[in-house]
């Protein structure tokens, strides 16, 4: 038992001359007990599957005092997700406690009265009709950050995580919050959140032993200061703009007008900070994700990069990509949408179930945890041809996959909001790089995926980007500028 704590699944990587499975754990086959899985999901959430869970199905297990019920069929999804929502609308207490420290009572974790307030709120002000005004902000940090690559030294190797991490909360910042962040104040978010990550349990041990809310978070001292920096960086630029120092039509003046004309939704100031938190921390982490783990395929698969690069540069010619471009982006589409089904940021949505039922034919108790895991359903093999194999050309047909057997944003009354928004800006963003860059993971670096709370590879991703051509924004590459290191790894 102790060797668990110690020895990791094997990742299975493979390739070809036209074909690549990226990264993923080997699933276990033979015995697994529940105390195993439970002591595998400590590690990462995706260890803790067999063989025969990447079938769909429904099956459940007692884990210490608590049954824990996976559903990994389109029915039981939706079932779960939609049809009896509210019987699963709360997220798991590990969820709640970890997050809470982070976005209060923010929509993302909120329930019952407070989720059904707040959310047609919140939907609105991320709603896809704010992405003209939003598109601008995406421009803009998209031509910072690729500037700033264009100044390194040629071959140089740097951490794509991180640098996706700022670039997400740039255009956070400018599209929510209508500032610039500072480079240190990027900076603090990415490291605080990296290390919060890392420091979090994604297990709530009581839990399983029986307290149906399981216990508080313990905050040791540098858990508190990876909150901290966080905190920091959302109470300044916060307090900015209700000083009357942002720009106006960002989302949070949206947000603030709005609670002026309703008096009624109770959006004091605690609830207007958390809200916009959550779409702060929501919207920043799972595109950094979903864009590092675009790169990483891209690297391993050229044939889809080349024609990814024809397309840009069909579509917008020299000149940089706009928001107004995406439409037509089909390929660039296709790769976040076949990333997003190999690693969705959330891979597994939890639910604990207010009250009795039945899923299927298993009897499910008040409080049992419900595993909604789209790191499963996505790579079901009686749902998808080659399941671990990246192939964009899946999305670019007009046949969509079958419902409730693709939900990277989830699906039904809690499907993740600003799913518009930040599907557009990861096209622009991978549109973008393409471009000017190609992009390849670092020689001799393995890539090993890891979930405590959002999908990763664990440290990073280190890689080089060579400027094609002499594109620049400019359309001259300077040769005689100084090169400028990026930001130290996180």
Not at 441 to 466: D, F, I, Q, W
């Given at each position: 038992?102790?060797?668990?704590?110690?020895?990791?699944?094997?990742?299975?990587?493979?390739?070809?001359?036209?074909?690549?499975?990226?990264?993923?754990?080997?699933?276990?086959?033979?015995?697994?007990?529940?105390?195993?899985?439970?002591?595998?999901?400590?590690?990462?959430?995706?260890?803790?599957?067999?063989?025969?869970?990447?079938?769909?199905?429904?099956?459940?297990?007692?884990?210490?005092?608590?049954?824990?019920?996976?559903?990994?069929?389109?029915?039981?999804?939706?079932?779960?997700?939609?049809?009896?929502?509210?019987?699963?609308?709360?997220?798991?207490?590990?969820?709640?406690?970890?997050?809470?420290?982070?976005?209060?009572?923010?929509?993302?974790?909120?329930?019952?009265?407070?989720?059904?307030?707040?959310?047609?709120?919140?939907?609105?002000?991320?709603?896809?009709?704010?992405?003209?005004?939003?598109?601008?902000?995406?421009?803009?940090?998209?031509?910072?950050?690729?500037?700033?690559?264009?100044?390194?030294?040629?071959?140089?190797?740097?951490?794509?995580?991180?640098?996706?991490?700022?670039?997400?909360?740039?255009?956070?910042?400018?599209?929510?919050?209508?500032?610039?962040?500072?480079?240190?104040?990027?900076?603090?978010?990415?490291?605080?959140?990296?290390?919060?990550?890392?420091?979090?349990?994604?297990?709530?041990?009581?839990?399983?032993?029986?307290?149906?809310?399981?216990?508080?978070?313990?905050?040791?001292?540098?858990?508190?200061?990876?909150?901290?920096?966080?905190?920091?960086?959302?109470?300044?630029?916060?307090?900015?703009?209700?000083?009357?120092?942002?720009?106006?039509?960002?989302?949070?003046?949206?947000?603030?007008?709005?609670?002026?004309?309703?008096?009624?939704?109770?959006?004091?100031?605690?609830?207007?900070?958390?809200?916009?938190?959550?779409?702060?921390?929501?919207?920043?982490?799972?595109?950094?994700?979903?864009?590092?783990?675009?790169?990483?395929?891209?690297?391993?698969?050229?044939?889809?990069?080349?024609?990814?690069?024809?397309?840009?540069?069909?579509?917008?010619?020299?000149?940089?990509?706009?928001?107004?471009?995406?439409?037509?982006?089909?390929?660039?589409?296709?790769?976040?949408?076949?990333?997003?089904?190999?690693?969705?940021?959330?891979?597994?949505?939890?639910?604990?179930?207010?009250?009795?039922?039945?899923?299927?034919?298993?009897?499910?108790?008040?409080?049992?945890?419900?595993?909604?895991?789209?790191?499963?359903?996505?790579?079901?093999?009686d749902l998808w041809d080659r399941p671990?194999?990246?192939?964009?050309?899946?999305?670019?047909?007009?046949?969509?996959?079958?419902?409730?057997?693709?939900?990277?944003?989830?699906?039904?009354?809690?499907?993740?909001?600003?799913?518009?928004f930040g599907l557009t800006e990861s096209?622009?963003?991978?549109?973008?790089?393409?471009?000017?860059?190609?992009?390849?993971?670092?020689?001799?670096?393995?890539?090993?995926?890891?979930?405590?709370?959002?999908?990763?590879?664990?440290?990073?991703?280190?890689?080089?980007?060579?400027?094609?051509?002499?594109?620049?924004?400019?359309?001259?590459?300077?040769?005689?500028?100084?090169?400028?290191?990026?930001?130290?790894?996180?």
């Amino acid at each position: 038992m102790v060797q668990l704590f110690k020895t990791r699944r094997a990742i299975r990587e493979e390739r070809g001359p036209d074909w690549f499975v990226p990264a993923h754990p080997e699933p276990r086959v033979g015995p697994f007990s529940a105390i195993e899985r439970l002591l595998s999901a400590r590690r990462s959430l995706i260890e803790m599957f067999t063989e025969d869970d990447y079938t769909s199905g429904c099956t459940s297990m007692r884990v210490l005092g608590r049954r824990v019920v996976l559903v990994n069929s389109p029915e039981t999804i939706k079932y779960v997700m939609v049809t009896n929502h509210d019987n699963y609308e709360r997220k798991s207490p590990q969820l709640r406690r970890a997050i809470a420290p982070l976005v209060g009572d923010g929509l993302f974790i909120s329930d019952g009265e407070t989720w059904k307030t707040r959310r047609p709120l919140v939907s609105d002000i991320v709603h896809r009709n704010t992405l003209p005004m939003a598109g601008r902000s995406m421009e803009s940090a998209i031509a910072d950050m690729a500037d700033r690559w264009e100044e390194q030294p040629a071959g140089a190797v740097f951490n794509a995580l991180p640098e996706m991490a700022r670039l997400t909360a740039e255009i956070i910042a400018r599209a929510v919050f209508g500032q610039k962040l500072s480079p240190a104040a990027a900076y603090d978010v990415v490291a605080g959140f990296s290390r919060f990550q890392a420091l979090v349990d994604s297990v709530n041990i009581p839990y399983f032993l029986g307290a149906d809310d399981g216990w508080p978070l313990l905050k040791g001292p540098r858990l508190r200061k990876a909150i901290a920096r966080i905190d920091h960086v959302i109470e300044e630029v916060i307090t900015e703009h209700l000083a009357g120092r942002g720009e106006h039509k960002s989302m949070l003046d949206l947000l603030v007008r709005r609670q002026a004309r309703s008096p009624q939704l109770g959006l004091d100031v605690s609830a207007l900070r958390n809200e916009a938190a959550t779409i702060f921390m929501a919207g920043h982490e799972g595109s950094t994700a979903t864009l590092t783990w675009a790169l990483y395929m891209l690297s391993n698969a050229p044939w889809v990069e080349e024609a990814v690069r024809r397309e840009v540069e069909t579509v917008v010619g020299d000149r940089s990509p706009t928001v107004a471009d995406v439409a037509n982006l089909k390929w660039s589409r296709a790769v976040i949408e076949e990333t997003l089904r190999l690693y969705p940021s959330i891979p597994v949505m939890a639910r604990q179930a207010r009250g009795a039922d039945h899923i299927g034919n298993i009897a499910v108790e008040p409080n049992d945890l419900v595993l909604a895991v789209s790191w499963l359903l996505h790579r079901a093999k009686d749902l998808w041809d080659r399941p671990h194999h990246f192939l964009p050309e899946r999305f670019l047909s007009a046949e969509r996959p079958r419902p409730y057997t693709y939900i990277p944003f989830g699906i039904g009354p809690r499907i993740c909001p600003g799913a518009s928004f930040g599907l557009t800006e990861s096209v622009l963003c991978l549109a973008s790089l393409v471009q000017r860059f190609e992009i390849r993971v670092a020689e001799g670096h393995r890539v090993e995926p890891n979930c405590r709370l959002s999908l990763r590879p664990l440290g990073g991703l280190p890689v080089t980007a060579t400027p094609r051509a002499s594109r620049t924004a400019g359309g001259i590459v300077d040769a005689g500028k100084a090169p400028v290191q990026p930001e130290p790894l996180v």
